[in-house]
């Protein structure tokens, strides 16, 4: 399955360069029963197969197994690496912005997997941000545009985008 990023092209447009980079270092997934066990493990809240999570992208790179094998079942197991503050469920689509904040504060900067030229190019963000009522609203408008929508059982991917502006098409299916 490929990645999808929750970054988006429209982000340089609406956000600083700070949003940008850390946007373009979440991943946008669908929980498989592997995460929702995973979660348990991590005490996080009950969550259900097939509800959208974001995750630190180099966590979910990394091999859960040292021999870098993949699990009997054949399932991505991408889930195993990303665990604790490097993986996290919003309720809702509004709940993204917050969840992304505490991502960068608490995992993001001291994340094992980043790579020194990522590291190095995070340092070199720090201190610039967009306004925080101007990110929420476009946080919206992105995971639309991603097609997440929101359920009475957490967000799920809709398989239809809502542009965020001119020419803006994306898809995100389960």
Same mark, same amino acid.
């Given at each position: 399955?490929?990645?999808?990023?929750?970054?988006?092209?429209?982000?340089?447009?609406?956000?600083?360069?700070?949003?940008?980079?850390?946007?373009?270092?979440?991943?946008?997934?669908?929980?498989?029963?592997?995460?929702?066990?995973?979660?348990?493990?991590?005490?996080?809240?009950?969550?259900?197969?097939?509800?959208?999570?974001?995750?630190?992208?180099?966590?979910?790179?990394?091999?859960?197994?040292?021999?870098?094998?993949?699990?009997?079942?054949?399932?991505?197991?991408?889930?195993?690496?990303?665990?604790?503050?490097? =993986?996290?469920?919003?309720?809702? $689509?509004?709940?993204?912005? +917050? &969840? #992304?904040?505490?991502?960068?504060?608490?995992?993001? *900067?001291?994340?094992?997997?980043?790579?020194?030229?990522?590291?190095?190019?995070?340092?070199?963000?720090?201190?610039?941000?967009?306004?925080?009522?101007?990110?929420?609203?476009?946080?919206?408008?992105?995971?639309?545009?991603?097609?997440? =929508?929101?359920?009475?059982?957490? $967000?799920?991917?809709?398989? +239809? &985008? #809502?542009?965020?502006?001119?020419?803006?098409?994306? *898809?995100?299916?389960?």
């Amino acid at each position: 399955r490929p990645r999808v990023l929750l970054a988006i092209d429209e982000d340089k447009e609406w956000l600083s360069d700070t949003d940008c980079f850390v946007r373009s270092n979440v991943e946008v997934f669908v929980a498989t029963a592997l995460d929702v066990e995973q979660a348990k493990l991590d005490r996080k809240y009950p969550i259900a197969e097939g509800q959208v999570g974001i995750r630190c992208l180099h966590c979910a790179s990394t091999a859960p197994e040292s021999d870098g094998s993949v699990p009997p079942s054949g399932e991505d197991d991408r889930s195993r690496g990303a665990r604790g503050n490097a =993986v996290s469920y919003p309720y809702s $689509i509004s709940g993204i912005y +917050e &969840s #992304v904040r505490e991502f960068q504060r608490l995992h993001l *900067e001291s994340c094992r997997n980043l790579t020194p030229e990522v590291r190095s190019r995070l340092l070199g963000h720090q201190g610039s941000a967009s306004l925080s009522s101007v990110l929420r609203r476009y946080y919206v408008m992105a995971a639309k545009a991603l097609g997440m =929508v929101d359920t009475n059982d957490g $967000i799920r991917a809709s398989g +239809e &985008s #809502v542009g965020v502006g001119s020419g803006a098409t994306f *898809e995100f299916a389960s």
